[in-house]
């Protein structure tokens, strides 16, 4: 009944592998169907989240339903109670380190657990940068430098530059689920394969998953010292002698380093950057025994924005900008008297809504019903230090304001962020011509909609001629706003100006006239 963590769990694999979870910090923050898509056998038991509960996968083991968060709890925990031993001191506090190339989801996930351990973050730290500063740069090296950081779950490249103790990251990449785990199922997929069709893969359970991918485990850890070895399988009561040397362990794994390294050609391209620019590579941490006065910088990994009509993505904070920050946009009405606004958080890099994440909803309301265009909605995001972003809509006028903490429900799969970034790159053309269409649409609907409600406020200051020619104009537009030529949209959009000039001008001398009713000529002269 009690949890155990740490070298004894990992040999209870021997005995009770339907007891023992590893490897957990790549399902932090995702949902069922982003495990689904993780590579080889799973050594998880699945369980697909009840009524009421939040769309974080679940996982059964030995007969209790945990969630990635509660399992993190629980290893924090350990890590608490072996703190507060060696240090004889109570530990409430501390700096929790995650990968790069964590979003929101799993950002917030990690809190989540270091709440469940009692432990009060201080500040979540990438990996890269936690890794440069355990080995030593932040002592006297100056300039940019790569942080290589292959882990067992997630791999994150970082580019940093270290000046005068402030150090920065210029631009982050990698992949959330590319790591040491999927060497050992490369490995394991190997070894299961020499045994086929003795034992199908689509049979194994989740425990004999575990067990072959300890085998696996283990024989990559040999050959790193030995140049082959001999290691024996034992699944479903049948044993299997593998034999592995280091140059097939290497052919096995090569597919996996050639994606660390093109993620690494990605990050350079980002920051604008050659090989050559670099000063040094960092590819592993040195335990940090001292505390540090280095300021750190880091960034978002993913540009964050809101959706405006038409369904495109207006960005407010860039992809690799520099964290913590906070920037602020306005935005007005589109409607006339229209009392509240639709804001939809977006996260991507794509023109349009449909093609990002979504990542929260909420509705200002108790805005003054006014003329569109006249409200001003100051939207402000803001990322803090640990990657976490609120979001609130303020109405300046009457200074109704709503503030939400987006936390998704689970976060990107491991494909979903990469291919993010490559479809923004391989569609930018496409994108781009979509958007200027539809924002064509949205200021020409804009313009029939201000004209029709004109021609419904001053109706006596039009003839029947200018009435007839006006709604031409608008029958035209409206037809030109159904198809896709944007230059025709333009030129109606100029026709229906030109029809509608003559009103305009009435319009602005009976406001001027209204405006100067029963003031004194001299008395305004002499102001």
């Not at 201080?122 to 300039?143: C, F, N």
């Not at 085998?215 to 040999?222: L, Q």
């Not at 640990?386 to 998704?408: C, F, M, N, W, Y």
Request: charged share 30%; glycine share 8%; net charge negative.
């Amino acid at each position: 009944g009690s949890f155990i963590v740490g070298g004894l769990a990992k040999m209870l694999l021997l005995d009770k592998p339907e007891t023992v979870v590893g490897s957990i910090k790549r399902l932090m923050g995702r949902g069922a169907a982003d495990v689904k898509r993780l590579a080889g056998a799973l050594p998880f038991e699945v369980e697909p989240a009840g009524k009421g509960e939040s769309a974080m996968v679940r996982l059964n083991v030995a007969g209790r339903r945990l969630t990635p968060v509660e399992i993190s709890g629980h290893i924090l925990s350990a890590l608490k109670e072996r703190a507060e031993d060696i240090l004889k001191a109570a530990v409430k506090r501390a700096v929790i380190t995650v990968p790069a190339y964590f979003d929101d989801a799993a950002r917030a996930a990690t809190k989540d657990a270091a709440r469940l351990a009692g432990l009060e973050v201080l500040r979540l730290v990438s990996e890269p940068t936690a890794a440069a500063l355990a080995y030593g740069l932040d002592k006297d090296a100056e300039g940019l430098f790569a942080v290589y950081d292959l882990g067992g779950g997630t791999f994150d490249i970082s580019l940093l530059r270290m000046e005068k103790g402030v150090f920065q990251v210029i631009a982050t990449g990698g992949d959330s689920g590319l790591g040491g785990d999927d060497f050992d199922h490369a490995v394991a997929e190997r070894f299961l394969k020499e045994r086929a069709p003795t034992t199908p893969k689509s049979e194994l359970t989740s425990a004999e998953a575990k067990m072959a991918l300890m085998a696996a485990r283990v024989a990559k850890e040999c050959l790193t010292k030995n140049i082959e070895g001999d290691w024996k399988l034992e699944v479903g009561g049948k044993q299997s002698g593998h034999h592995l040397n280091r140059d097939q362990f290497e052919e096995i794994i090569a597919p996996l380093v050639d994606r660390t390294i093109g993620l690494c050609r990605g990050v350079l391209e980002d920051a604008g950057l050659t090989p050559k620019d670099i000063k040094g590579v960092v590819l592993q941490a040195e335990a940090l025994t001292v505390g540090s006065d280095t300021l750190l910088l880091d960034v978002t990994p993913l540009s964050l924005g809101i959706e405006t009509m038409g369904g495109l993505v207006e960005k407010i904070i860039p992809r690799n900008t520099p964290i913590p920050v906070a920037k602020a946009q306005e935005f007005t009405t589109y409607q006339d008297g229209q009392t509240a606004m639709s804001v939809h958080v977006i996260q991507g890099e794509r023109e349009m809504v449909d093609q990002n994440r979504s990542l929260a909803h909420f509705e200002l309301r108790g805005i003054p019903p006014m003329t569109a265009g006249v409200a001003r909605i100051r939207v402000t995001y803001t990322v803090d230090a640990d990657g976490l972003l609120t979001v609130s809509a303020r109405e300046e006028t009457t200074g109704v304001e709503q503030t939400i903490d987006v936390k998704p429900t689970y976060g990107l799969g491991e494909e979903e962020m990469s291919e993010m970034l490559y479809d923004s790159m391989k569609h930018a053309k496409e994108d781009m011509t979509k958007r200027l269409l539809t924002e064509s649409r949205v200021e020409a609907q804009r313009n029939i909609n201000a004209v029709i409600s004109a021609m419904e406020a001053d109706r006596a200051l039009l003839d029947e001629a200018d009435i007839v020619d006006i709604r031409q104009a608008l029958k035209a537009l409206t037809i030109a706003i159904r198809g896709d030529d944007r230059d025709a949209i333009i030129s109606q959009m100029e026709t229906l100006e030109a029809a509608t000039k003559p009103f305009a001008e009435k319009r602005m001398d009976k406001g001027i006239r209204e405006a100067l009713r029963g003031v004194d000529v001299d008395a305004l002269e002499g102001e």
